[in-house]
């Protein structure tokens, strides 16, 4: 590489205060505004000084990062300048998130990971999901009388604590795709463990929101103070338990956490008695698995995901396709914003009844077949709502399973990275809610990601769910790591977000707002969130949508205004340049050279 012009889209000190101010606003309730609104976010020109979220995307021309967290992000980068694929940076930025944005993903959870080999043209889909116990059956989440626990009483019980995936899932695909040492990527997670960080404000505020009864005792110890007050922001926290962690990833790789003392470590952290909570062999048996990409077209571009056990990929495929011939407009109107909450309510009412893990239920092909979404899309009114839309029968449907009961929360995030060489990485990666099962081992914490699972088994009508618990099954996920390529096959961008169930709605309006309303990445993660998740018509609260709730009311959508936390991180790959975009609402950066 001739010249390195580094670039970093760093928040400023006003954008952190605005971004705590906003936190703030969440936790307490406070009605806040959001700096993606709608209208900052419009097609006029970004205002310049106000960080991230409102800044145009900078041009950058090699490789690229887009992370949670500016100190994952320069290690990624790092990895590049030294001449690492995306692989190889993907791995370093995961392990620093695991440090310093603890509460959303890391080596004891899960992921989704689409990875492009620029040289071979070739899309592959890695699936890091966690995996139940195989002793686990679909009881595991009812009480004696046999109706379902809520899920505030799973959460943080072994119960809700799947067997880890995301560093087996990792390790397959460095294989693969990495050309660094294994070892060499951890050293920067390595060196910030033992020599500390600076708390964020969002660490601090999501600690001091949940607090420090609800962590197990080696997680209150290390969050919080001998007062039970969370460390305060801005003060350098070690994790020097974790550094011995990742040495001995490094070291031995995914086998470091399903042999010796850290496996064991985990297995005491998860019992929970009367529970069939995970086990060694459990951990010993855990395979990554390479998956089929599940690709759509959408104006003329291939928009691909990742399929089961997530139904990310399908349902934004499935959404997008009933949107295809639809004129959606050239910026954001009343008119396509019901067009979309019309397509997602279909595509969610499929979702819940027949997406599940396909190893373990058969998740019919045909809910993508392309005459059965015209007719479901034929079903769209543009004059006034469907309310709620009910599951379509699919060309190959075999046993109608059940309806589901489950839920998501949002302890999820993105990392997005193109190379020097144009391969590109886009991993979704989780803990399922902030800070997961709240059982912290060997300085890291266990997912809950098994609260994924429907804890109904059976519906009203006593027909098999189909996202119910089973022994060695995957939890359904939303996770949608994505990627766009264009006519000629050439990577268009890298995208997705964290949310819960609301992952599908943050993709789809990103990848409306770059396709058909032709916005850069920084304005598509920006601009005011949409969507619905067959319920309510849910627009950002704090988000300049009045206007658009009203219209939408008057097309018979019941509207709320839920607040809603996107950490949507994109990459568009242009003939000359890498353009990013870090969600405002978050504390991600995107920096490059
Ligand atoms: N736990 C969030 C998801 O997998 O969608």
């Known amino acids: 590489m001739s010249q390195k012009t580094s670039a970093v889209y760093a928040r400023n000190p006003l954008t952190f205060i605005l971004g705590a101010l906003f936190l703030v606003g969440l936790t307490l309730g406070i009605h806040v505004p959001a700096t993606g609104a709608l209208a900052q976010a419009s097609r006029a020109a970004p205002e310049a000084a106000t960080g991230a979220g409102d800044r145009p995307a900078a041009p950058i021309r090699t490789q690229m990062v887009v992370a949670a967290h500016p100190l994952a992000a320069r290690a990624a980068r790092q990895m590049l300048r030294d001449g690492g694929t995306a692989m190889d940076a993907l791995v370093a930025a995961q392990m620093v998130l695991n440090l310093v944005e603890p509460q959303s993903s890391g080596i004891g959870g899960g992921g989704f990971l689409l990875y492009w080999d620029a040289a071979e043209k070739r899309l592959a889909t890695y699936d890091g999901r966690e995996t139940a116990p195989a002793a686990a059956g679909p009881d595991r989440f009812l009480r004696n009388d046999g109706t379902p626990i809520r899920w505030p009483d799973a959460v943080g019980t072994g119960r809700s604590i799947g067997v880890p995936g995301i560093v087996p899932m990792l390790e397959l695909a460095h294989q693969v795709h990495g050309d660094l040492a294994w070892d060499k990527l951890f050293a920067p997670a390595i060196k910030l463990a033992a020599e500390g960080f600076g708390v964020s404000p969002r660490l601090n505020l999501l600690l001091t929101a949940m607090g420090a009864d609800a962590f197990n005792e080696e997680g209150r110890d290390y969050f919080f103070d001998d007062d039970g007050e969370p460390h305060a922001l801005g003060e350098v926290l070690r994790n020097p338990a974790l550094a011995i962690s990742f040495k001995q990833i490094a070291e031995f790789g995914a086998a470091a956490l399903s042999h010796g003392p850290i496996a064991k470590g985990i297995v005491t952290a998860a019992r929970e008695p009367g529970v069939a909570t995970l086990t060694l062999d459990d951990l010993r048996d855990y395979t990554?698995?390479?998956?089929?990409?599940?690709?759509?077209?959408?104006?003329?571009?291939?928009?691909?995901?990742?399929?089961?056990?997530?139904?990310?990929?399908?349902?934004?495929?499935?959404?997008?396709?009933m949107l295809a011939d639809r004129d959606l407009g050239d910026a954001p109107n009343a008119a396509a914003l019901h067009l979309i909450l019309e397509a997602e309510k279909l595509a969610y009412a499929d979702r819940n009844r027949y997406m599940a893990d396909s190893d373990y239920v058969a998740v019919p092909a045909g809910l993508l077949d392309p005459e059965y979404l015209a007719g479901r899309a034929g079903t769209i009114d543009s004059g006034q709502t469907m309310g709620r839309a009910e599951p379509g029968i699919p060309p190959d449907l075999g046993m109608m399973p059940g309806n589901d009961v489950s839920s998501e929360n949002a302890g999820t995030s993105q990392i997005s990275i193109v190379d020097r060489f144009g391969n590109a990485a886009s991993l979704t990666t989780t803990i399922e809610s902030a800070f997961g099962s709240r059982r912290m081992v060997a300085g890291f914490l266990l997912n809950n990601e098994l609260t994924d699972f429907s804890f109904a088994p059976v519906d009203d009508l006593g027909r098999p769910v189909a996202n119910r618990v089973e022994g060695g099954k995957r939890p359904r996920s939303s996770m949608a790591p994505t990627m766009v390529f264009d006519a000629g096959g050439d990577?268009?961008?890298?995208?997705?977000?964290?949310?819960?169930?609301?992952?599908?709605?943050?993709v789809v309006k990103a990848l409306v707002a770059m396709i058909d309303w032709g916005m850069d990445p920084q304005e598509a993660a920006a601009l005011g969130i949409f969507g619905s998740r067959n319920g309510p018509a849910e627009l950002e609260r704090g988000a300049d949508m009045d206007a658009f709730a009203a219209d939408l009311a008057a097309l018979g959508h019941?509207?709320?205004?839920?607040?809603m936390t996107s950490g949507l991180h994109i990459i568009?790959?242009?003939?000359?340049?890498?353009?990013g975009g870090a969600d405002p609402r978050r504390e991600g950066i995107a920096i490059g050279d």
């Open 288 to 321: 990554a698995i390479v998956r089929p990409p599940v690709c759509a077209p959408y104006r003329g571009f291939s928009i691909c995901g990742m399929g089961p056990p997530s139904s990310g990929g399908m349902t934004v495929a499935s959404t997008l396709t």
């Open 558 to 563: 019941e509207v709320a205004r839920p607040s």
């Open 572 to 579: 568009r790959v242009t003939p000359d340049t890498l353009l």
């Open 491 to 506: 990577l268009w961008a890298v995208l997705g977000s964290p949310g819960g169930s609301r992952i599908i709605l943050y």
